[in-house]
């Protein structure tokens, strides 16, 4: 069934075995090593993205969308820390996702994050050891779509997941640009003093992409300060959005999957606080 949707020819995942799939993961991790992020193109074929993009629009009314202020770590206000601080800068969000609960196993989305070949691969291609690379525990997030409209983007913010692996489903008319900085931050240290600076406007340390349907991307986006640009004309930016992270069980905090997605699970309240660092989202 995979094959009705990705390209196995350019990319065999489903033959870990093989000379070739060794050559691609040790093509995605030059780039990743380079860049912070690695991009595949095509890894979804033309038939596979049809049908893909048939889903998005079925759910995508299902979208939480949610305009508010937010700052790059979906935090409240800190008031210990002083004006111009990193934590301290709001900025407008007007974005939606939909949230896990809407893709079943059948549906293509959920069957290439759940397909057994999918998580070793992204983990060998982020030299990751098994006992640090598990799927996102969390039943509003694991496998979600992200809705770009009119006038909207997704401001300056890390990702609270460690790897982020995005699949380019259908993009805008004009803009919805990737803009990021890779390894901005560590699990010790949040280099504030960087991040303030691109939130001055330094963009020296940015880099762009533009990704095109049925392109994957591999991103570590917990460590990557990172924005999508705003987007124009009436058809929407679709990306399909599968969840890694490095610590079993791991699963969002309560305030950000408020905002994400307008709601929280029991699930998410058993897990408040267990963290595999100390970063602050």
Sequence with gaps: MLADLVDLGRYPIDRPDSAAYQRLIEDIRR?????????????????????????????????????????AY?????????????????????NAFVPADNFPRTGPLRLIYEYDGFLPFIRAALNEPEDRFFRYDDPLADVI???VEEGQGFP????TNNFTVTLAIQNAERGGAFEYAPNLRTPEHENFEKVAAILDGDMGAVRQLVLQPG?????????SLHRVAPVSGPRPR?????????????????ERTKQLY????????????????????
């Design 74 to 94: 979906f935090t409240r206000d800190d008031p210990r820390f002083g004006i111009g601080h990193p934590i301290r800068r709001f900025y407008e969000r007007s």
């Design 215 to 223: 392109d994957l991307q591999i991103f570590r986006g917990r460590y």
């Design 238 to 254: 679709y990306v399909g959005i599968f969840s890694f992270v490095e610590a079993e069980r791991m699963c969002g905090g309560i």
């Design 31 to 71: 780039e990743i090593d380079a860049d912070g992020c690695a991009v595949l193109p095509g890894f979804v074929h033309r038939e596979g993205l049809a049908q893909l993009l048939a889903e998005a629009e079925a759910v995508a009314p299902r979208a939480h969308r949610s305009f508010n202020r937010t700052n």
């Design 156 to 159: 300056w913010h890390f990702d």
């Design 262 to 281: 307008g709601r929280v699970l029991p699930h998410h309240l058993a897990r408040a606080g267990r963290r595999a660092d100390r970063l602050l989202d």
């Design 145 to 147: 779509l992200n809705v």
